[in-house]
Structure formats: structure tokens, C-alpha cells
């Protein structure tokens, strides 16, 4: 069975998709950025962006009844690689150090909002009876 998990966000219903989709064990999480509120949060600060936007997934992780440790795969999406992806790996690390999933740092030219630095998506996976 599919289970759709919205945010809310500014972007969902204009742009056709949500924030995550459940079915059985696998989880998919659309890539999240430091939007709050329809507003980019930590402006100029990957690190901080990186945060919110892991904190974003995570939400989703949880309200689709997952947990960090489920998470298997990550993309990390930054703006300028050269200055932003170590801090932006940093925080990854941080937040999934003990879980390390699979993972990819790309760098981009742009995301939808100049202001956005990083947009993170995350996959979860666990068993299911």
C-alpha cells in the first residue's frame, strides 16, 4: 500500500510531487532544503542548510513511521562544491555517522531558490513481516 507523506511546503502542489512516499519496507524522501515556513532559512550557511534540510527528511522519515536507522541512502545535492561540500559532508557526518548509509555529494549549478546551498534526499529501507 502507498502512503503519501506531505509537507506542506510551497513547492508540492505547483510543482506535482510530496515530500515522501511509503510502500511496504522502502521509503523515498524528496530532496529537502532549509525551507521553513516557504521561507530559505540559513542564508549563506551550507552547514546550517544542510542541518535544516536533514532535519526536514527526518521529519518525513518519522512521520512515515521510519527511523534514522532505516535510512540506507543519501544524496547530498551543493551549490558550489568547492566551498560548501565539506561543510556540508561535516554535517552529514554528523547526523549519520553511526548509520553510515550509502552516499553521493554532487555539485550543482543552481536549485530552484538562489538562496537554497544543498538539497538532501534520503532512502530509507527496513523489513517487513
Known amino acids: ?3 503519501n507523506i506531505a509537507s506542506g511546503g510551497p513547492y508540492e502542489v505547483r510543482f506535482g510531487y510530496t515530500r515522501a512516499v511509503a510502500v511496504g519496507g522502502h521509503l523515498w524522501v524528496s530532496g529537502c ?3 521553513v515556513d516557504g521561507v530559505v532559512t540559513q542564508p549563506g550557511d551550507a552547514a546550517g542548510q544542510a542541518q535544516a ?3 526536514n527528511a527526518l521529519d518525513a522519515v518519522a512521520r512515515a513511521g521510519f ?4 535510512v540506507v541512502r543519501t544524496r ?3 551549490v558550489d562544491l568547492a566551498v560548501n561540500g565539506v561543510a556540508v559532508a561535516d554535517t552529514h557526518g554528523r547526523v549519520f555517522g553511526e548509520v553510515r548509509p550509502a552516499s553521493s555529494l554532487l555539485g550543482v549549478a543552481a ?3 538562489p538562496a537554497m546551498l544543498v538539497e538532501i534526499e534520503v532512502e530509507c529501507f527496513r523489513e517487513t513481516s
Open 33 to 35: 532544503t532549509s525551507v
Open 67 to 70: 527511523d534514522r536507522g532505516d
Open 53 to 55: 534540510a536533514l532535519d
Open 1 to 3: 500500500m502507498r502512503q
Open 111 to 113: 536549485l530552484v531558490d
Open 76 to 78: 547530498m545535492y551543493v
